[in-house]
């Protein structure tokens, strides 16, 4: 939903959105952009752009679960919530009227113009009556937000919906003023006019603002009185008169606008809608060459490659999002990672920074090194403060390394990445917090980006939900993207099956299942896995791989099947991925984010 920040012109609403952003982190979006500030000033306030067209993002904003701050300076236009800065109207008026001769084209409108309500934004007191009529508006003075109160933070927190940590608020002003002197002026406490506030200004204003001026304590009834003075009796009816025309005209004049913008609009899509039809046949062709090469491009299962297309840089679409840890209420669990290494120094330190740069605040991560003499020993020791431990002894494979790695941490959560297989960013906050939110959860395992040796991108898996059955057939659960809870690690025996030197995290999976583990595919990319010459998959899965595989397939069907029969048996889970597979692409194509919202 949207909140609007609403105020008539100049009363705050800057310093409204500075002290939210200041105190709470919390950025803000702006009905009409105010080209006159600098990016960096713009930035250091948490004012942020719409990026879409107004209506579009209008639309999307009204319907969000997600609170959107908005400001604005037009009367209501819905019945979403608003916080309303109310100022006192002499200074909002003299502060609009420098701010029109600084920052708009000639002419614009007079100081007096602008008290009598000859504005785009109508007159101060009508602006805040229509605001204040609202029973979801929350009204906060100007005076109050120079220097908050705890208090005042406190309720503007509970108005914008914010439960995090609230900062002391220390004034950026002073700063923000030497910057942009003539956006920021020095507001005062009290009322001190100038050469432009005459006294027939003064009293145009009190007679047409006067009862509101009292009510909020800017003025008292002495005041309103002794202003009216200065205003001639044979124009009181006049002034009246005119304020109300002028308010009719703003309101008509901003009507006109409306309408105009939609005439364009529409104009604009027939022009288009014309240019189309010019086109159409010749789009036509281009559709249907177009929609065979994504045909042939995408009719065969991505599951089992290890390349799809030529290298490209790593996107973040669809990876796991960014992680305020402050911000999480309850414990993160600990995770217990191992990676064994052996003659890997090629890529062991790309491998140890994606793991230690998730900042993951719950994290043992122990390095098992079977004595490579390739230089990856010279590497461990620059990591040596930032890991729970390493080691470099012989041993007798892959599968003892992960063994005797998870003898040395502890952890309610587990996992091995190996040696040249990268976690990706923000992986380990998404898992903790998934495990912490779903306790009959067992194990869990996401997406795969296939990577080459210089980290460039060169396929993704899309794996559909998890399936107990297809594990008796085949693997496709990417091992770098596994993590399972300690209870099931424990209950199947509390160790990888060191006769397996490929098949281990399959046999492993077999043995979760028939202990009873729950399995969940999270929609997320977790991790990636490197492709390269010198790889394991490439070198052991014709001779060791295909012969511990047939082991596994023996061991749960009773035979080992054909290919043929091995086929038919995933054909239902296949068929599940590259409609999965289908799905991620359109969606990406249509603009969606990595969690399946319109961004």
């Known amino acids: 939903m949207i909140i609007w920040l609403a105020s008539f012109p100049r009363s705050g609403n800057t310093l ?39 209506e579009n993002f209008y639309a999307h904003a009204t319907r969000s679960d997600e609170t959107i701050l908005v400001k604005t300076h037009l009367p209501p236009r819905d019945n979403q919530p608003a916080i309303y800065i109310v100022r006192d109207g002499r200074k909002a008026c003299l502060s609009y009227s420098h701010f029109h001769q600084r920052f708009t084209k000639p002419p614009y409108p007079s100081l007096r113009d602008l008290v009598l309500g000859a504005d785009y934004y109508g007159g101060w007191a009508e602006h805040y009556r229509k605001w204040q009529g609202r029973d979801n508006t929350f009204v906060v003075r100007y005076e109050d937000l120079l220097n908050p109160s705890v208090t005042v933070l406190k309720q503007l927190a509970e108005r914008v919906h914010h439960s995090g940590d609230i900062v002391p608020w220390v004034n950026p002003f002073t700063e923000l003023h030497r910057e942009e002197p003539n956006f920021f002026r020095e507001g005062q406490a009290e009322w001190q006019g100038d050469q432009a506030w005459t006294p027939l200004v003064n009293a145009l204003f009190f007679h047409l603002n006067g009862g509101l001026m009292v009510e909020l304590g800017y003025a008292t009834a002495e005041t309103v009185v002794e202003a009216g003075e200065g205003l001639p009796e044979e124009l009181v009816d006049f002034v009246g008169d005119v304020h109300r025309l002028l308010t009719a005209k703003k309101a008509l004049e901003a009507s006109c606008i409306k309408k105009e913008r939609v005439i364009q609009g529409l104009k604009k899509a027939c022009d288009e809608r014309a240019t189309l039809f010019q086109a159409m046949n010749s789009v036509h062709r281009r559709l249907v060459r177009r929609l065979n090469r994504i045909y042939r491009r995408h009719r065969y299962p991505k599951l089992g490659l290890l390349a799809h297309h030529e290298p490209m840089h790593m996107q973040s679409w669809g ?4 992680t305020d840890y402050s911000r999480f209420s309850g414990d993160w669990p600990r995770i217990a990672l191992v990676t064994p290494s052996y003659g890997q120094g090629k890529f062991i330190a790309r491998t140890i920074d994606s793991v230690l740069h998730q900042n993951y605040p719950a994290l043992e991560y122990f390095v098992q090194d079977g004595a490579s003499v390739d230089g990856t020993l010279d590497i461990l020791k620059q990591y040596s403060d930032r890991l729970s431990g390493w080691e470099s002894t012989s041993d007798g494979g892959q599968s003892q390394a992960i063994n005797k790695g998870f003898t040395k941490i502890n952890g309610e959560l587990m996992a091995w990445l190996n040696s040249d297989d990268i976690l990706l960013p923000g ?22 980006i296939l990577i080459d040796e210089r980290d460039f991108e060169i396929g993704r898996w899309i794996l559909p939900r998890h399936d107990d059955a297809i594990l008796s057939w085949n693997d496709y659960i990417p091992q770098e993207t596994l993590f399972w809870r300690r209870a099931i690690w424990d209950k199947v025996g509390g160790r990888i099956d060191e006769d397996f030197s490929f098949a281990m995290d399959w046999d492993l999976l077999l043995r979760f299942r028939k202990a009873g583990a729950r399995f969940v595919c999270l929609p997320r990319f ?3 896995f490197r492709v390269h010459d010198a790889q394991k998959t490439w070198v052991t899965i014709r001779d060791v791989g295909r012969k511990e595989m047939s082991k596994l397939r023996m061991r749960e069907l009773g035979y080992v099947p054909l290919q043929e029969d091995i086929l038919t048996a995933r054909r239902p889970y296949i068929l599940r991925h590259m409609l999965a597979d289908v799905s991620w692409r359109v969606r990406k194509r249509l603009g969606f984010d990595g969690n399946g919202r319109l961004p």
Not at 32 to 47: D, K, Y
Not at 319 to 322: C, E, F, G, R, V
């Open 16 to 54: 409204l959105r500075t002290i939210l952003n200041k105190t709470m982190d919390i950025d803000t979006l702006s009905d009409n952009i105010p080209t006159v500030l600098s990016e960096g000033v713009r930035r250091s306030i948490g004012m942020k752009d719409i990026t879409d067209n107004w």
């Open 319 to 322: 990876l796991p999002p960014k």
């Open 427 to 448: 992986a380990l906050a998404y898992v903790g917090a998934y495990f912490a939110g779903h306790p009959e959860v067992d194990v869990v395992y996401g997406h795969r």
């Open 526 to 528: 977790l991790g990636g």
